[in-house]
């Protein structure tokens, strides 16, 4: 009897547990409506400082603290709108412009922006990821045809990699750096492709696709997990790399823009949500990738 006891225990308190870690909703980390509806990008650098675009107003990039607080960094010259941020190994920080069909720099330690790359045939730079031999790639949306492009940027120079996609919007680099995904927010479907030493992409295959709601900003942890803004569905949706739901986490807002890691041990994620100008956190299992 006293044997039953424990067992039946025990299964309750690893119910309990399960219901627990299913049922993780995001919190509030900075002030609500603090950025704009614009808000993207999130980054962390090598410091644990937390950057966004759009805060307070369109055109400029703020800075969140260990603790939430917000502030101006910089705001961005010649009427330029950042989307997607990305940090590179030496700290130097990316932005992808949408509006003049940059993608700018600001080097580590200093607050001047400058172009590293431009090319006027893009419809849009929106959102950027970085393999670990540091090169760039971005998602190239044509939000009013349905259409899309990739990108990659080498030597200061765009290299188309494949165009006559749907509109492509979320894109990252697996941590080995031999697996690059790229969803299209419209047809909501995310590919997968092999990556060459040359940087370029063969071996497309459909990694997953939805039946509702749309996609954008995605994330990789260390374990090669791909963590997915379901965008207008308010979650983040985790997928392990064979393409298998592993779970969603509830935010409070419902249009979650983008996603990064940062905190003590690399497991907090800070979301963008669109609807409440604010970025929610929540803490993964594995630690985010190092960049």
């Known amino acids: 009897m006293i044997k039953s006891f424990y067992k039946l225990l025990f299964s309750l308190l ?6 627990k870690e299913i049922s993780l909703v995001s919190t509030d980390f900075t002030t609500e409506n603090e950025f704009t509806a614009g808000i993207e990008g ?4 090598n410091n644990g400082n937390l950057y966004a675009v759009n805060y307070k107003e369109e055109g400029t990039i703020g800075i969140v603290d260990k603790k939430g607080n917000a502030s101006l960094f910089v705001t961005l010259p010649n009427g ?3 989307n997607g941020i990305r940090f590179d190994q030496n700290n130097n920080m990316f932005i992808a412009d949408y509006v003049s069909h940059n993608i700018l720099m600001i080097k580590n330690g200093e607050k001047k922006v400058q172009i590293f790359a431009s090319d006027s045939t893009l419809n849009q730079p929106n959102d950027l990821a970085i393999s670990p031999n540091g090169t760039l790639y971005a998602s190239d949306p044509n939000w009013a045809n349905e259409t899309g492009k990739l990108w990659m940027v080498k ?20 941590p080995d750096g031999k697996t690059l995904y790229a969803n299209e927010s419209v047809q909501r479907r995310i590919w997968k492709y092999s990556i060459s030493k040359n940087g370029r992409l063969k071996n497309k295959t459909l990694f997953t696709s939805f039946t509702n709601f749309g996609l954008d900003g995605m994330r990789c942890d260390s374990k090669g997990n791909l963590y997915v803004c379901r965008y207008g569905k308010g979650t983040v949706a985790i997928f392990n790399p064979n393409g298998t739901l592993l779970r969603e986490i509830q935010l409070k807002g419902k249009k979650p823009t983008n996603i990064s890691f940062g905190g003590g041990e690399n497991k907090q994620c800070f979301v963008t949500v669109a609807d409440r100008g604010i970025i929610e956190t929540f803490f993964a299992e594995y630690p985010g990738r190092s960049f």
């Open 14 to 19: 690893i119910i309990g547990s399960c219901k």
């Open 42 to 45: 999130p980054a962390v650098d």
């Open 80 to 82: 330029s709108i950042g």
């Open 155 to 174: 030597n200061n120079t765009f290299i188309l990699l494949e165009a006559d996609m749907g509109t492509t919007n979320g894109i990252e680099v697996a």
